[in-house]
C-alpha cells in the first residue's frame, strides 16, 4: 500500500500584465508587506497588481512572525533568513520545481474580477506555461470552465473534479482524478472509484491521525498544508486483517479468563463465609463445664481463705473438648 502523495494546495491568479502566480488570499494583505510598500492599496485585488509590484513585496516575513503551523522553532539560523527572504512565487517557478522533482501538481486557477485585462483568456495563458515547463501528465486540470475544449486541446492533462458524480458521468467528462474534503470519502467511495482507475485526492488533511485513515482508506493523495506529514513512513496503528483477527479472539480469551477468574472468586468467598459462620455455630451450641472461680476481693486488704464469711463467688462456663 503506497503512502499518499503530499503537495500543498496553491491557488492561482494572473496578474495585471498577464503572468500567473501563486496567491491564496483574494488580497495580499495577509501574507506580504503590502501595507508597507503600497498602503493605499492593501485591499486592493491581487490580480490587479502588475507583476513587478508583485516581485516587490515580501512573502516570508509572516510565516516566521505568525508560525503557523509552531515549526518556526525547528529552523536553522540560514533556514530562517531564507523563509525571511522569501517573495510570491510565479506559476512557471512552481511548474519548475513540480517538473524537476517529478512531482504531479494540483492548484486553484482564480478567474480574474470584472475589468481585469486577461478576464477571458487566463485559460489559455494558464495552458501555454504547462506546455513550457512541465509536462501535462503531471498536471491535475481542476477548472471546470470550458473543459470539454481543454480536453481536446491537451488531452494529456488529468481531468479533475471537484464534487462527486456517477462513474458513467465521470467517463463521459474524461475525469481522471477527483479532488474532494475528506469529510465527504469513505473506504467505499474510494474503492469504487479506484476500481475505475479514478484517482481520489482528498483536502485538506493536516493531522497524522487523518493522513494516516486516508492511507489505509486508499486515497491516492491528500492535500496539506502541514509538511511534517512527509515524515511519516507508515500509517499509525496499522494492522493486517490477520492481525485484527488476532487481536480481536486474545480480547475475548483475556475477557473469559477475566469472567471466570471473578465467579471462583466470589465462589471462594461465599464458601468461606458459610465454613467461618458454622465454625461459630458448633461452637455457642457445643457442650460446656461450668468452674467455680473465686475473685479476690477488692478493697484495702486481701481476701483471707480462713475468714468465715465466703467471698462473692462466680460461675465461668467453658466448652468442653470432647474429642482429646
Not at 485585488?45 to 518556526?72: E, I, K, Y
Not at 506546455?131 to 488531452?155: A, C, F, K, M, Y
Not at 496499522?238 to 465462589?267: G, K, N, R
Not at 463445664?289 to 477488692?298: A, G, H, I, L, Q
Amino acid at each position: 500500500m503506497a503512502a499518499p502523495n503530499l503537495s500543498p494546495p496553491p491557488s492561482l491568479s494572473p496578474s495585471a500584465d498577464g503572468i500567473p502566480f501563486v496567491m491564496h488570499d483574494l488580497t495580499l494583505q495577509r501574507t506580504t508587506n503590502v501595507e508597507e510598500v503600497f498602503p493605499n492599496r492593501t485591499h486592493t485585488p491581487a490580480a490587479l497588481f502588475t507583476w513587478s509590484d508583485v516581485q516587490l513585496l515580501n512573502a516570508g516575513a509572516w510565516f516566521l512572525s505568525w508560525d503557523p503551523f509552531g515549526t518556526v522553532s525547528s529552523l536553522s539560523p540560514e533556514q530562517r533568513a531564507l523563509a525571511a527572504n522569501q517573495t510570491v512565487p510565479s506559476l512557471a517557478e512552481v511548474l519548475d520545481v513540480a517538473n524537476r522533482t517529478g512531482r504531479t501538481l494540483l492548484f486553484d486557477l482564480r478567474q480574474p474580477p470584472p475589468g481585469h485585462p486577461y478576464r477571458d483568456n487566463y485559460l489559455n495563458i494558464t495552458l501555454n506555461l504547462i506546455h513550457t515547463h512541465i509536462n501535462s501528465s503531471q498536471v491535475l486540470w481542476l477548472p471546470s470552465d470550458q473543459r470539454g475544449e481543454i480536453q481536446q486541446v491537451d488531452p494529456e492533462l488529468q481531468q479533475t473534479a471537484g464534487q462527486t458524480a456517477s462513474i458513467q458521468e465521470l467517463q463521459d467528462n474524461h475525469i481522471t482524478s477527483l479532488n474532494l474534503h475528506y469529510s465527504t470519502m469513505s473506504l467505499q467511495h474510494i474503492s469504487k472509484y479506484r476500481s475505475v482507475n479514478i484517482s481520489v485526492n482528498l483536502y485538506v488533511v493536516n493531522q497524522p491521525w487523518l493522513y494516516s485513515l486516508a492511507w489505509c482508506s486508499g486515497a491516492s493523495s491528500v492535500t496539506t498544508n502541514n509538511m511534517l506529514l512527509r515524515d511519516i513512513h507508515t500509517p499509525l496503528l496499522l494492522v493486517t486483517p490477520e492481525q485484527y483477527s488476532v487481536m480481536w479472539v486474545l480480547t475475548d480469551l483475556v475477557s473469559a479468563a477475566l469472567i471466570v477468574c471473578i465467579f471462583i472468586f466470589h465462589w471462594w468467598r461465599e464458601r468461606g463465609l458459610q465454613f467461618w459462620s458454622g465454625s461459630r455455630q458448633t461452637h455457642k451450641t457445643g457442650p460446656y463445664s461450668k468452674f467455680r472461680t473465686d475473685p479476690v476481693e477488692s478493697g484495702r486488704g486481701r481476701w483471707n481463705p480462713f475468714h468465715s464469711e465466703s467471698p462473692t463467688r462466680t460461675l465461668i462456663s467453658l466448652p468442653l473438648d470432647l474429642n482429646p
